[in-house]
């Protein structure tokens, strides 16, 4: 009795693993499936190129934005991304006098959208590190070691467009367009900036004693000017009066305060004073 019971038990058992393995089995295939499709799939966005490859090799051309399908087995997409960027750094470089200066810099670039698969297969995902960094070092240290340390500070703008022509030109032939250059700083050894301070204050101070002694100029010639007019003009008043008598009462009556004397001398006649006789 007990050996029937036993016998039903595990039939029903045996039949519920076997419902339970069916299930399984559809689950599973369902999970692969839908990885299958997910991992087949690939979103290409705004700004950015799709690089299909088989088996590691890149086929076709690039993927324009949008979804696209491949063979996850033995296709892949990589994204590269198209829009602007922006690079900074410092390059340390020796200006023609051989001072050393740190210049700082940012970089604006993007890769050409229509050449990206043949940047992709010379330099990868990572061709900013393999192409951009080199470029920029040779083209600033190039064009530094061109301009003597205070021409590099007074001709700061000349330089910055000489290393951007250069650098543009050299990446334009990586398929590599550059839309700007700033060269943010200028960092010169300590020693050689107090000297530049040094030297900047020495000419300030010249040229406040260089106007100075101008002004002592201006002023004294001022004085002779005013000097020679005024004895060029006691001569000309001299002359005046040794010519004309009537001259010389005229002056005395300019002089005169308007008030007759308190006493006479000599003949008792008023000075200046002429009435006519009838």
């Known amino acids: 009795m007990r050996s029937s019971q036993f016998s039903s038990e595990s039939k029903v058992i045996m039949k519920q693993l076997q419902s339970f393995q069916k299930y399984f089995w559809y689950v599973v295939i369902f999970i692969g ?24 090799k890149m086929v076709g051309e690039p993927l324009m934005p949008g979804i696209h399908f491949f063979n996850p087995i033995s296709s892949g997409v990589i994204l590269m991304d198209v829009r602007e960027d922006k690079l900074e750094g410092n390059e340390p470089c020796f200006t023609k006098d051989t001072q050393l200066v740190e210049v700082a810099y940012a970089l604006t670039l993007y890769p050409d959208p229509a050449m990206i698969g043949k940047i992709y297969s010379q330099f990868g995902t990572a061709w900013k590190q393999k192409v951009i960094k080199q470029t920029i070092q040779s083209s600033i240290k190039d064009v530094t070691g061109q301009f003597i340390a205070d021409d590099l500070v007074s001709k ?8 951007f022509i250069e650098i543009q030109a050299a990446l334009k032939e990586r ?40 002004q002592i100029k201006e002023e004294a010639k001022q004085k002779i000017e005013q000097a020679n007019a005024d004895a060029e003009a006691m001569r000309i008043k001299t002359r005046a009066l040794s010519e004309n008598k009537s001259l010389v009462d005229y002056e005395a009556v300019q002089k005169w305060d308007g008030k ?19």
């Open 33 to 56: 499936l839908v990885v299958l499709l997910v991992t087949s799939v690939k979103q290409v966005n705004e700004g950015e190129r799709g690089i299909k490859t088989t088996w590691g």
């Open 260 to 278: 007759l004397p308190q006493y006479m001398l000599g003949n008792g006649s008023l000075p200046f004073i002429h009435l006519n006789q009838k």
């Open 156 to 163: 700061r703008e000349e330089a910055r467009t000489e290393a």
């Open 175 to 214: 398929n590599i367009e550059v839309t700007r250059l700033d060269i943010t700083n200028l960092d010169f050894d300590d020693a050689y900036e107090k000297a530049v301070e040094a030297k900047v204050v020495a000419v300030q101070r010249a040229i406040e004693a260089k106007n100075r002694t101008e």
